[in-house]
C-alpha cells in the first residue's frame, strides 16, 4: 500500500499566488487532517474531514480551504500566499475506531 | 485547552547513553498519549502510544508510561544509537464525547543527535 501521497514534495510561490497541496490516501480512513509545521514549533492543525463532504476548522484555518468529494483525496488550497504560509504541510489520515494518525511525507512550500 | 510541553532541546548525546525527553500534558476528558518521531527529510511516524493511565508504551526500546498523576508520558530508552538521531513529538488525543474527531495536540518537538 501506498498509504499517505502528497505533492509536491517542494515548491516556492510568489506572494499573492494560488495552489493546491495535494493528498491522497488508499487506506479507506474517514479521517483526515491538514497540519503546517513551522521551525522550532510543533504541528499546528489547518483543518480536517471526518468524511466525504465533511469538513471543519482546526486551530490555523485563515487563508486556506479544503474540501472532500471523496474518501481517498483531501487537497488543500491556498489562496493569495503570503509569507506567513511558508512552511512544511503534512498531511495525515485515520480509520474510525483508532487514534493512530498516519502522515504523509510532507510539502514544503515558500513564499517569496 | 489542551496542550502539552516538552523539555527544550536539542539534546546530544554519546552512542548507548541513557535518553530521557520529557512531556507534561493539560487535557479536558480522557487522553490518549503518543510518541511520534520524524526522521531527517520524512514524515512523521508513530513510536509508541498509551490509551489509559498507568500503560506502558513501548517500540524498537523506546519506552513511555502514562502517568495521570503527574499528567507525564516522558519518553526513555536505555543505550541509544546513532539511527535513533531524529526529531521527537510528544502528543495527546481526547476522546471527548466524540467532538475531537481525535485530533493531535503536538508539543513542540525535540531534536535528538546521537554521535558515535
Known amino acids: ?112 | 485547552g489542551d496542550s502539552v510541553t516538552q523539555m527544550e532541546g536539542p539534546v546530544t548525546l554519546s552512542e548507548e547513553a541513557f535518553l530521557t525527553i520529557n512531556c507534561t500534558y493539560t487535557a479536558t476528558g480522557y487522553p490518549s498519549l503518543f510518541w511520534y518521531v520524524q526522521y531527517p527529510g520524512e514524515g512523521l511516524q508513530l513510536l509508541l502510544k498509551a490509551t489509559k493511565a498507568d500503560d506502558k508504551g513501548s517500540n524498537k526500546g523506546f519506552e513511555a508510561t502514562y502517568r495521570k498523576e503527574t499528567t507525564s508520558f516522558h519518553l526513555e530508552k536505555g543505550s541509544v544509537q546513532v539511527s535513533d538521531s531524529a526529531v521527537y513529538f510528544c502528543a495527546l488525543s481526547v476522546n471527548a464525547g466524540g467532538t475531537s474527531y481525535g485530533k493531535l495536540t503536538f508539543g513542540q518537538g525535540t531534536i535528538l543527535t546521537v554521535h558515535p
Open chain 1, 1 to 112: 500500500n501506498a498509504g499517505v501521497t502528497q505533492t509536491p514534495k517542494f515548491r516556492i510561490l510568489k506572494i499573492g499566488q494560488s495552489m493546491t497541496l495535494q493528498c491522497a490516501q488508499d487506506m479507506n480512513h474517514n479521517y483526515m487532517y491538514w497540519y503546517r509545521q513551522d521551525p522550532g514549533m510543533g504541528l499546528k492543525l489547518i483543518y480536517y474531514s471526518v468524511g466525504a463532504g465533511i469538513t471543519d476548522k482546526g486551530e490555523v484555518p485563515n487563508g486556506y480551504n479544503v474540501s472532500r468529494s471523496t474518501t481517498e483525496d483531501f487537497p488543500l488550497r491556498l489562496e493569495l500566499a503570503a509569507p506567513s504560509q511558508t512552511s512544511v504541510y503534512f498531511c495525515a489520515s485515520r480509520g474510525a475506531g483508532g487514534y493512530e494518525q498516519y502522515f504523509g511525507p510532507g510539502t514544503r512550500l515558500t513564499v517569496t
